[in-house]
């Protein structure tokens, strides 16, 4: 199995398309490719999703993003999904405590 920059097995890219393109129908931004790889290096992140207040926010992938970086950056969007895309604000960082609980026991 092939790795990626990140550990672990690679995403299939196929997979990743339809769900990307399902995201976008909702509302969503995807960023991938050569600006996807310069904002990430600029963030010190392999993966990113940036919730918008109200509604979907921005994906942004690496060319070959590993399963772990897609599955937790889908774990945030469907977070913000079910609590509705609260605006900015304590919820958010309840949010991603939630979501380090849920890595951390699961390893």
Do not use: C, W
């Not at 196929?14 to 963030?43: F, P």
């Not at 079910?82 to 979501?99: D, E, H, I, N």
Request: aromatic share 8%; glycine share 12%.
């Amino acid at each position: 199995m092939n790795a990626g920059e990140g550990a672990g097995p690679l995403y299939d890219l196929d997979k990743l398309a339809r769900i990307l393109t399902a995201a976008q129908k909702q509302g969503a931004t995807v960023m991938q490719g050569e600006e996807a790889e310069r904002l990430l290096n600029a963030i010190g992140a392999k993966a990113a999703y940036f919730p918008a207040e109200g509604g979907p926010g921005t994906f942004i992938f690496s060319s070959n993003p590993t399963r772990s970086e897609v599955l937790e950056e889908l774990m945030h969007y469907g977070q913000y999904r079910q609590a509705g895309f609260p605006p900015a604000g304590p919820s958010r960082a309840k949010s991603k405590a939630s979501s380090s609980r849920f890595k951390l026991s699961n390893v």
